[in-house]
């Protein structure tokens, strides 16, 4: 069987590959085989396996299209519910099971969640689902917007690592789409595009509509998503710039607290002083947990903390003389010098996340304004192709129904011409009917006129042939004698041709009177007269006839001439064979009569059933060749036909049928 190579079946191929390469790299445990495309995220096993289960749909018309649609749709069932749990699970922070972290936690990426599909690819295949399960008027869809909805989702995915942007991930935690995964997304989407894409729509133009209607919305759904994130990164960047500006407060708190006890006059105030920097350095290391390199400092400097202040509180009852002094500064330098080094690493954190605030929200209205004009800059041509589209139409409907006017008003001149013209050709019939019953039986008594009259003289030429025999048969030579023979031959068989065509022209005037008839009743009576004088009575098989409503005086003709027949032309066979039988059989009555005998030729058919047509030789079979156009005349008259089939030297199959009840004739 020839195999159809189409564009959607090899984009099939290529998804089986593609999905097949990947979970074996998965199973195998091979990097190289996850890693087709340079990502911070990777494909995970139920997108490959969605991916396959979609190329076998797509590929198997090229190779067995006969169970195609069932798998087809079946195909599409699971990635809609695959898609639809992975969603959920990515909204409400619960699994499923369909994520199998064993099977992903070997191998190290940005995916908050090992195995999980990431929210928006999940949403793709559930939309590819509904493209796979397609069928006209399905959930008011059409393929070419589910493929534009998954195609710009893909699409958008993709720009995101040429933008070198993780908004999922960033502000949500959700999973990254893998950029081989939207680029397997987009082939699929390609894939609905090329398969059918005018199937849905009466014109390309509507086919468009619904394209960039999907893009549109898919766009704008996009620009709310990023929108929603956006608000939410900036209220946690403003967060973090005020935890920062509260941080670097603290530790000017701190460096202050430190100063002061630098100056403490005695031990009690230096006590005082210094009882709640340990405390104060704690909360800020609390503080700075987000910062280890910020920690690393305050560990340190509550490693030294306690040995210089205890130092520090040794100098202070002695004199203040400039090398106490001295040394109290050499005790509290490297303390206050770790804290101005934190407070100068917050004050560049506060103004870097500053920077970074304003930077990400002027990004983001960038995108936001960006995306909200070009969803409705293409919601905007979606309407204005609709609008040409209702145009279009609206200019075709009238032109419709113009033509609509005028056809009809043609129509119905030509009913009205028609209508005359059946009148005249009624009236033209009946009067062609009147004429031709008037020929037929001005012809009919004609024929019986002129039959009637020749009838005597043959009666006369065959009675003094007959007395020129008897009495002066002694005086007549031979030739003479065989010459008197033949005259009188002549003349009865004349006289026979006369009689049956009488008989024909009988028919035509003969009243048609039906009863119901038992016809294997009548069949038997015609086939005991038929033989009673035979020397040799044939072999007749007589089955059981269906009665028949009919004349059955005609019917019985029909009978003899064709079981006359029947016997004449199966003499000449050593064992004569005769069956007779019927049936019902299309609402109609059907008998058959089968001998063995002669046959005919059936290329002269056409002449079986004419009067005086004779397909035998006078010499081999006596007749007139009247007796098939009698049977012909009465199953005509009773609203039936005949019909024959034979073989030469094997036999041959008269058929006849009548209307079943009161309903022939």
Known sequence: ???????????????????????????TRHPLWILLFPSSTVMVFSTAFCFFCVGIALALPMFHATHSVRVRKLVGIIVILIG????????????????????????????????????????????GGVGLLYTDGFFYVKPRMLASIMLTISLLGMVGYALLLDLAYTWYGFPRMAFSTGLGMSLFACALLLERAEADSPSK????????????????????????????????????????????????????TLQQARRASDQHEFKAITAAID???????????????????????????????????????????????????????????????????????LVQRKQDSIQSTSSTISIIVMGNLLGFAILLFTFWLLKNQNDQRNALELALQRSNTELESKVEERTRA???????????????????????????????????????????????????????????????????AVIRSNSQ???????????????????????????????????????????????????????????????????????????????????????????????????????????????????????????HHVDEFSGTGVGLAIVHRIVSRHGGRVWAESIIDEGATFFFTLPIGEHNG
């Open 493 to 615: 068989r004349m006289g026979n041709l006369i009689d049956d065509l009488l008989a024909f022209s009988r028919l035509g005037r003969q009243n048609v009177v039906k009863f119901h008839i038992d016809m294997t009743a009548l069949a038997q009576e015609v086939i005991s007269e038929s033989v009673q004088n035979l020397p040799d009575p044939p072999e007749i098989q007589l089955l059981a006839l269906p009665s028949a409503f009919a004349d059955r005086s005609l019917m019985k003709q029909v009978w003899v001439n064709l079981v006359s027949n029947a016997i004449k032309y199966s003499a000449k066979k050593e064992r004569v064979r005769i069956e007779i039988s019927g049936s019902t059989e299309d609402g109609m009555l059907r008998y058959m009569i089968r001998d063995n005998g002669a046959g005919f030729n059936m290329e002269y058919y056409d002449k079986l059933f004419g009067v005086f047509q004779r397909l």
């Open 279 to 349: 405390d104060k350095i704690i909360e800020l290391h609390r503080l700075s947990k987000d910062n280890p390199k910020q920690q690393s400092r305050l560990m340190q400097l509550r490693q030294i903390l306690l040995t210089h202040l205890e130092a520090a509180q040794k100098i202070l009852p002695e004199e203040s003389t400039d090398a106490n002094d001295a040394r109290l500064d050499l005790e509290f330098k490297p303390l206050i010098s770790t804290m101005v080094q934190f407070a100068d690493a917050e004050s560049l954190l």
């Open 1 to 27: 069987m020839k195999r159809l190579v189409t564009q959607p079946g090899l984009i099939g191929l290529g998804l089986i590959l593609l999905g097949a390469e990947t979970m074996t790299g998965w199973v």
């Open 84 to 127: 639809s749990m992975m969603l959920l699970e990515n909204l409400f922070s619960i699994s499923t099971g369909l994520d199998m972290p064993g099977l992903h936690r070997w191998f190290d990426d940005a995916n908050p969640y090992p195995g999980r599909m990431a929210p928006n690819t999940a949403l793709a295949f559930m939309v």
């Open 418 to 484: 028609q209508a005359v013209l059946n009148d005249e050709l009624q009236e033209l019939n009946q009067t062609l009917e009147a004429r031709i019953t008037e020929r037929t039986a001005d012809l009919e008594s004609f024929t019986y006129s002129i039959s009637h009259d020749l009838r005597a003289p043959l009666r006369a030429i065959d009675g003094f042939g007959r007395m020129l025999e008897e009495d002066y048969a002694a005086s007549l030579d031979k030739s003479a004698a065989r010459y008197l």
């Open 205 to 256: 133009k509507e086919s468009n509509i619904y394209l960039f209607l999907g893009v549109a919305i898919t766009v704008l759904i996009t620009t709310m998503f990023v929108s929603y994130g956006s608000l939410r990164a900036l209220d946690a960047r403003t967060n973090w710039v005020d935890h920062t500006y509260q941080v670097r407060l603290f530790a000017d708190e701190v460096i202050g």
